[in-house]
């Protein structure tokens, strides 16, 4: 398995086993977990600056969400100008706007400084209401968008067959194939002295006066500085209460005709459609995504499968359905990401979350932001982004509330989890938390009847998990730790496997 889920997503032919000798017993300058877009472009930045790197990974690189994203690199985000103006006033709204041109410069030098073949393409978007309520929407991102300085224009067309009120064209945004693009930066990290780790968990780290000390699944390994670029960091941090995941659905088709819209798109709904297009193999696919859930929160999550290819085929004459998968996305509270030091470390040690569906840009602004603050002692936006920063704003009591009730959910959870005679009860295909002996289970039975039993409780904070039918796997509500059928980890913030239990399968 290349990805953490079951199904394939459209970038996953590309992922290819990335690995190089490293001496583990050296003093490494900094340490970098994670090999999505995050960790693979900070790696690459700081080993520039002459940093000598370590980049570790669970399984391989883009095993996470930067394998499973539809990556588009657009510089207005899910959190829009005009709410960064009401939440953190205009100076600091004008700040969050010049992320997204310089993060898309990054990558564009990138490209260009390593001749890197990533299928980037520059191209404008549409952002499009569907009915009057979005269409007053529009107005107010498109009035923010304008006391920022960011260009969007009212537009009578647009190039998607999707009736709609109002619409504004955003010039200069991009798209790219992510794998592509970060085993490109992979090879230009190891080319200049940099090391890579894969299937290397991190599972703890100390710090000591001078230097970290990381746990791993292969030793000890010594650091001046660590940077944990996990999506969301591992253990237990104050961060896990100041982001919630969700998952969101994506899925490539073919059409049956050539007009495929040159543009990105977005609607206003809530959750709001997206769509790109990308070539594989020469065959023109439109990517569409949406339906997003807070993580373990829908029951059937084929469904969502479903709901989008439905949306999808009202309004575009689809031929075939070559990819389906889905993905995990973490919100912050306030709507800004988190990047910078690791609440309650001694200052040496680095995170970057909260991301939303904006992580081409803030993983790729994380690789500039924390270089400048490890190589030159400051970043000018290291205080937008501060992941110690306390913003309690509208919505905040909301999200705790929220938080507060997943946590009673999993105590339900546990008292409502159904008792069975045998396993007999179980159809094939099927999966279920049960009851035994005031112990919980999450049982799954295979279409050819083999039966996986695992504990139920999730390692990271003891949340109960849940089944997520789509991909497969047993997801956490809580902070969105995932596990395959065997109860291994696929998703942070755990770095523990669920527990296995050995059963006889005729048992009664
Ligand atoms: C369906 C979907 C579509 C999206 N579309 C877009 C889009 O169009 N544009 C956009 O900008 N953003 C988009 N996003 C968001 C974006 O994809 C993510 O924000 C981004 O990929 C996150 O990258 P990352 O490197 O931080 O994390 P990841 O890619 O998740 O990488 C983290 C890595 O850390 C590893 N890891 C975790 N724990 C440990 C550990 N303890 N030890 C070692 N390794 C560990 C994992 O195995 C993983 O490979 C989308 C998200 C979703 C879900």
């Given at each position: 398995?290349?990805?953490?889920?079951?199904?394939?997503?459209?970038?996953?032919?590309?992922?290819?086993?990335?690995?190089?000798?490293?001496?583990?017993?050296?003093?490494?300058?900094?340490?970098?977990?994670?090999g999505?877009?995050?960790?693979?472009?900070?790696?690459?930045?700081?080993?520039?600056?002459?940093?000598?790197?370590?980049?570790?990974?669970?399984?391989?690189?883009?095993?996470?969400?930067?394998?499973?994203?539809?990556?588009?690199?657009?510089?207005?985000?899910?959190?829009?100008?005009?709410?960064?103006?009401?939440?953190?006033?205009?100076?600091?709204?004008?700040?969050?706007?010049?992320?997204?041109?310089?993060?898309?410069?990054?990558?564009?030098n990138?490209?260009?400084?390593?001749?890197?073949?990533?299928?980037?393409?520059?191209?404008?978007?549409?952002?499009?209401?569907?009915?009057?309520?979005?269409?007053?929407k529009?107005?107010?991102?498109?009035?923010?968008?304008?006391?920022?300085?960011?260009?969007?224009?009212?537009?009578?067309?647009?190039?998607?067959?999707?009736?709609?009120?109002?619409?504004?064209?955003?010039?200069?945004?991009?798209?790219?194939?992510p794998?592509?693009?970060?085993?490109g930066?992979?090879?230009?990290?190891?080319?200049?002295?940099?090391?890579?780790?894969?299937?290397?968990?991190?599972?703890?780290?100390?710090?000591?006066?001078?230097?970290?000390?990381?746990k791993?699944?292969?030793?000890?390994i010594?650091?001046?500085?660590?940077?944990?670029?996990?999506?969301?960091?591992?253990?237990v941090?104050?961060?896990?209460?100041?982001?919630?995941?969700?998952?969101?659905?994506?899925?490539?088709?073919?059409?049956?005709?050539?007009?495929?819209?040159?543009?990105?798109?977005?609607?206003?709904?809530?959750p709001?459609?997206?769509?790109?297009?990308q070539?594989?193999?020469?065959?023109?696919?439109?990517?569409?995504?949406?339906?997003?859930?807070?993580?373990?929160?829908?029951?059937?999550?084929?469904?969502?499968?479903?709901?989008?290819?439905?949306?999808?085929?009202?309004?575009?004459?689809?031929?075939?359905?070559?990819?389906?998968?889905?993905?995990?996305?973490?919100?912050?509270?306030?709507?800004?990401?988190?990047?910078?030091?690791?609440?309650?470390?001694?200052?040496?040690?680095?995170?970057?979350?909260?991301?939303?569906?904006?992580?081409?840009?803030?993983?790729?602004?994380?690789?500039?932001?924390?270089?400048?603050i490890?190589?030159?002692?400051?970043?000018?936006?290291?205080?937008?982004?501060?992941?110690?920063?306390?913003?309690?704003?509208?919505?905040?009591?909301?999200?705790?509330?929220?938080?507060?009730?997943?946590?009673?959910?999993?105590?339900?959870?546990?008292?409502?989890?159904?008792?069975?005679?045998?396993?007999?009860?179980?159809?094939?295909?099927?999966?279920?938390?049960?009851?035994?002996?005031?112990?919980?289970?999450?049982v799954?039975?295979?279409?050819?009847?083999?039966?996986?039993?695992?504990?139920?409780t999730?390692?990271?904070?003891?949340?109960?998990?849940?089944?997520?039918?789509?991909?497969?796997?047993?997801?956490?509500?809580?902070?969105?730790?995932?596990?395959?059928?065997?109860?291994?980890?696929?998703?942070?913030?755990?770095?523990?496997?669920?527990?296995?239990?050995?059963?006889?399968?005729?048992?009664?």
């Amino acid at each position: 398995m290349y990805r953490d889920g079951v199904r394939k997503s459209i970038w996953q032919e590309e992922i290819k086993r990335i690995s190089s000798e490293a001496d583990d017993k050296q003093l490494f300058d900094v340490v970098i977990v994670g090999g999505g877009i995050t960790g693979v472009s900070t790696a690459l930045k700081l080993q520039e600056n002459g940093k000598n790197c370590i980049l570790l990974e669970a399984a391989n690189i883009g095993f996470g969400t930067t394998g499973g994203t539809t990556a588009h690199i657009n510089d207005f985000f899910d959190t829009t100008f005009d709410e960064a103006i009401n939440d953190f006033g205009l100076e600091q709204a004008k700040l969050f706007a010049e992320v997204g041109k310089e993060a898309q410069d990054h990558i564009k030098n990138n490209i260009k400084k390593y001749g890197l073949e990533c299928d980037f393409e520059e191209k404008a978007a549409v952002l499009f209401a569907l009915d009057e309520r979005q269409a007053e929407k529009l107005k107010d991102i498109v009035a923010g968008a304008s006391k920022v300085g960011h260009e969007m224009r009212y537009t009578e067309e647009i190039s998607f067959p999707i009736p709609f009120k109002e619409a504004v064209i955003i010039p200069n945004q991009a798209q790219f194939h992510p794998i592509k693009y970060i085993k490109g930066l992979c090879d230009a990290f190891l080319q200049l002295g940099g090391h890579i780790l894969e299937d290397c968990i991190c599972e703890s780290h100390e710090e000591q006066d001078e230097i970290i000390v990381l746990k791993t699944s292969k030793g000890e390994i010594r650091t001046k500085n660590l940077v944990y670029a996990t999506h969301i960091p591992p253990g237990v941090n104050i961060l896990h209460f100041m982001t919630a995941p969700y998952r969101s659905y994506a899925m490539a088709f073919s059409l049956n005709y050539d007009e495929y819209s040159q543009h990105l798109g977005y609607d206003l709904t809530e959750p709001y459609h997206y769509y790109r297009t990308q070539k594989i193999d020469g065959k023109t696919l439109l990517i569409a995504g949406g339906e997003d859930h807070k993580t373990g929160h829908e029951e059937n999550t084929g469904e969502c499968f479903s709901r989008l290819e439905n949306y999808v085929r009202q309004y575009f004459d689809v031929e075939t359905v070559y990819y389906s998968w889905s993905s995990q996305y973490y919100e912050p509270v306030d709507g800004f990401p988190y990047i910078g030091k690791l609440p309650g470390s001694k200052g040496k040690v680095f995170t970057a979350t909260g991301f939303r569906g904006n992580g081409m840009i803030f993983g790729t602004i994380t690789a500039q932001i924390l270089t400048d603050i490890i190589v030159h002692g400051k970043s000018k936006y290291e205080e937008i982004f501060s992941p110690s920063r306390i913003k309690p704003v509208a919505g905040f009591t909301e999200f705790v509330k929220e938080t507060a009730e997943v946590a009673c959910d999993f105590v339900k959870d546990k008292i409502t989890a159904e008792k069975i005679a045998s396993w007999e009860e179980i159809k094939e295909g099927e999966a279920k938390v049960i009851k035994h002996e005031g112990e919980s289970f999450a049982v799954y039975k295979e279409k050819e009847g083999k039966i996986h039993v695992l504990k139920s409780t999730c390692p990271h904070v003891h949340c109960e998990v849940r089944w997520n039918g789509a991909e497969l796997s047993w997801d956490c509500p809580c902070h969105g730790s995932r596990f395959n059928v065997n109860g291994k980890m696929l998703t942070g913030p755990t770095v523990k496997d669920l527990q296995r239990i050995d059963i006889e399968e005729n048992s009664e």
